[in-house]
């Protein structure tokens, strides 16, 4: 089980970055606003990138954001944290910064 | 009131049945969502393939046909793991469950699959030492 510590420690730090926009949304309704609003553009911008302006890219850009920004905001909030993460590379920072850092060392885990 | 009634009246089997409905609700709209990206990103393909107009149209409702409904079972996870591979998160997986930094160079977890190289050839030589002796 101690092989497994750190990697549970791991997890639990991405959980906690994934929960933190939805935390944030709970905290300041005007951050949950903000947030809906980005990610309406991006979806928009996703579909407009595959079939162009026009009346079927509203239709289809509609739906996506009818499931995804209205009825589950947080799991989209929540997948957009952790890509990211992933996007900007600091999944390294996490993953290899942190058991060598202040935390590692008090879990004893640092080297 | 018969006690009977009142439980009855509370509906226990309501309680439990109805979180698990509304599960089974948010992953249906899920699915369906994950369904209208997949149908996008085979748009995406068949365009990027074929161009455009009535017959690719065609070629696209037949595609998308195979693809989300026909063979979703196997499609369905494959598309996830394309996607999840796609966007990166495999990366972090990657380094959680095989890079393991923690298990690098030292403390309890520094075992014989964990060496360093110039440690690999120390107890490499200790071993033939050891076989000619």
């Known amino acids: ?111 | 009131m018969d006690p009977l009634t009142i439980l009855a009246s509370l509906n226990p089997l309501d309680w439990i049945l109805q979180p698990i409905t509304d599960l089974k609700q948010t992953i249906d709209l899920m699915v369906f969502g994950f369904k209208i990206i997949i149908l996008l990103f085979i748009v995406q393909f068949v365009r990027g393939r074929f161009g455009g107009g009535p017959m690719i149209s065609i070629l696209i409702m037949v595609v998308g046909y195979i693809f989300l409904e026909y063979m979703w079972p196997i499609f369905g996870p494959m598309m996830f793991i394309y996607l999840f591979i796609m966007f990166g998160f495999s990366a972090i997986v990657m380094d959680l469950v095989i890079a393991k930094p923690w298990a690098k160079g030292g403390g309890e977890e520094e075992g014989e699959g964990h060496m360093t190289g110039k440690q690999y050839y120390e107890e490499l030589a200790k071993r033939r030492g050891g076989m000619h002796r």
């Open chain 1, 1 to 111: 089980m101690k092989g497994f510590a750190p990697m549970i420690l791991l997890v639990v730090i991405f959980l906690f970055l994934m929960i933190l926009p939805i935390f944030f949304s709970f905290l300041s309704p005007t951050f949950k606003w903000l947030m809906i609003a980005y990610f309406c553009i991006m979806v928009y911008l996703f579909v407009k990138r595959i079939l162009g302006g026009g009346m079927i890219s509203y239709i289809v850009s509609g739906v996506l954001i009818y499931i995804f920004v209205i009825q589950l905001w947080w799991l989209f909030a929540a997948a957009y944290m952790l890509y990211l993460i992933a996007g900007l590379g600091l999944s390294g920072i996490i993953v290899f910064g942190l058991p060598s850092g202040g935390l590692g060392r008090k879990a004893g885990i640092a080297r």
